[in-house]
């Protein structure tokens, strides 16, 4: 499963985004997506994630009720619309893959296999 991230950029606080993760060499309709992102000095953060069947999604406190994660099955594409954004939000933000059984997910960094490469979100004050 090949990964790519993008959408990133600059943006004031309060302002929005919306990533995209688009996947080649697999179908991405059985394969659970996450978002990730890591600013410099922390450990990396799961923030959303979503059931291959789109029908569960997941967010930590530190953005549920900003973020959104959606997928279009047909486009092989998961989005992550970023709203209200603050400098906090700074980071590189990765999408990441995985085959989970039962249709479950989890937002667990070391559960998934397959990265694309960053996207640097940048929210200024």
């Known amino acids: 499963v090949q990964l790519q991230a993008s959408g990133g950029g600059l943006v004031q606080a309060g302002g929005t985004l919306r990533l995209s993760c688009v996947a080649s060499?697999?179908?991405?309709?059985?394969?659970?997506v996450a978002w990730f992102r890591q600013a410099p000095g922390k450990e990396r953060e799961g923030i959303a994630v979503?059931?291959?069947?789109?029908?569960?999604?997941h967010y930590p406190d530190s953005v549920k009720g900003r973020f959104t994660i959606s997928r279009d099955n047909a486009k092989n594409t998961v989005y992550l619309q970023m709203n209200s954004l603050k400098p906090d939000d700074t980071a590189v933000y990765y999408c990441?893959?995985?085959?989970?059984?039962?249709?479950?997910?989890?937002?667990?960094?070391?559960?998934?296999?397959?990265w694309g490469r960053g996207t640097q979100v940048t929210v200024s004050s």
């Open positions: 990441a893959a995985a085959n989970f059984a039962w249709g479950m997910a989890t937002i667990n960094d070391h559960d998934y296999d397959n």
């Open positions: 060499g697999v179908n991405l309709d059985t394969y659970a």
């Open positions: 979503i059931t291959a069947s789109g029908s569960l999604t």
